[in-house]
Nanobody, 123 residues
Framework: QGQLVEFGGGLVQAGGSLTLSCAAS????????RGWFRQAPGKEREFVAA????????YYTDFAKGRFTISRDTAKNTVYLQMNSLRPEDTAVYYC????????????????WGQGTQVTVSS
């Protein structure tokens, strides 16, 4: 069974940028859709973005459109989330996830999860 490991979280000022990475180990997940979620303190985990297995299609929730970009490097078994114009309300633990089905990624249903990486945006 494979694992997903997130990197790149940290502290950034409002208006700044951060890029998260999610590397796969144990298996490639190369033919899996991949996605990013986040969970802020006291809130439920929410969908951020998803990308199809071949990167032909990407999907974003409303707050991510125009600010966040999801991409993948199949050769490196890694998915990225480029986050620009960060706001204090973007503060959360960010999780990557995998599933064969993009709709299941968007729904957050029965996914393989990473352990999460903390992103903190200061005002």
């Amino acid at each position: 069974q494979g694992q997903l490991v997130e990197f790149g979280g940290g502290l950034v000022q409002a208006g700044g940028s951060l890029t998260l990475s999610c590397a796969a180990s144990g298996r490639t997940f190369s033919n899996y859709a991949r996605g990013w979620f986040r969970q802020a303190p006291g809130k439920e985990r929410e969908f951020v973005a998803a990308i199809s297995w071949n990167a032909d299609h990407t999907y974003y929730t409303d707050f991510a459109k125009g600010r966040f970009t999801i991409s993948r490097d199949t050769a490196k078994n890694t998915v990225y989330l480029q986050m620009n114009s960060l706001r204090p309300e973007d503060t959360a633990v960010y999780y990557c996830a995998a599933h064969r089905s993009v709709p299941r990624i968007v729904q957050g249903d029965d996914l393989t999860w990473g352990q999460g990486t903390q992103v903190t945006v200061s005002s």
